[in-house]
């Protein structure tokens, strides 16, 4: 038999469950994210005390963030649930290893006439 472990199953999907990943958290106690929430990699280096505290999924995601990007974008991605990269994420910025950034507010939108615009030229395709 092979020293080769194989966490992948083809037809099962990956074999380590999300809350294995989270060490069964379900939330993370420095910030409350939003599924639109923008994070991007701060670029710092991963010092030795973080570095034992990251796992692969942590880096995975930070290799993912050299532009800032959803959390939504990050964890389709990535192919793991929202819950699971938001954990994920809190771990990351507790080490100053991501920045985030809210979502622009709601009342930030596009003027009307810039929407009828886009509507009109929509409809002539």
């Not at 505290?53 to 290799?63: A, I, K, N, T, V």
């Not at 959390?71 to 819950?83: C, H, K, M, N, R």
Request: hydrophobic share 45%; glycine share 12%; charged share 20%.
């Amino acid at each position: 038999m092979s020293d080769d472990v194989e966490w992948v199953d083809d037809e099962a999907g990956p074999v380590v469950r999300p809350y294995a990943l989270t060490g069964g958290r379900t939330s993370t106690a420095s910030a409350a994210f939003d599924m639109l929430s923008m994070v991007v990699a701060t670029g710092s280096a991963i010092s030795g005390a973080a570095a034992g505290h990251l796992g692969s999924e942590h880096r995975r995601l930070l290799g993912l963030m050299r532009r800032t990007r959803p959390i939504v974008e990050l964890a389709s991605e990535i192919g793991l649930p929202i819950g699971v990269v938001k954990v994920l994420l809190g771990d990351l910025l507790d080490q100053g290893l991501v920045l985030v950034r809210s979502p622009a507010p709601a009342s930030i939108s596009p003027e009307e006439g810039l929407l009828r615009e886009v509507l009109s030229g929509l409809r002539a395709l």
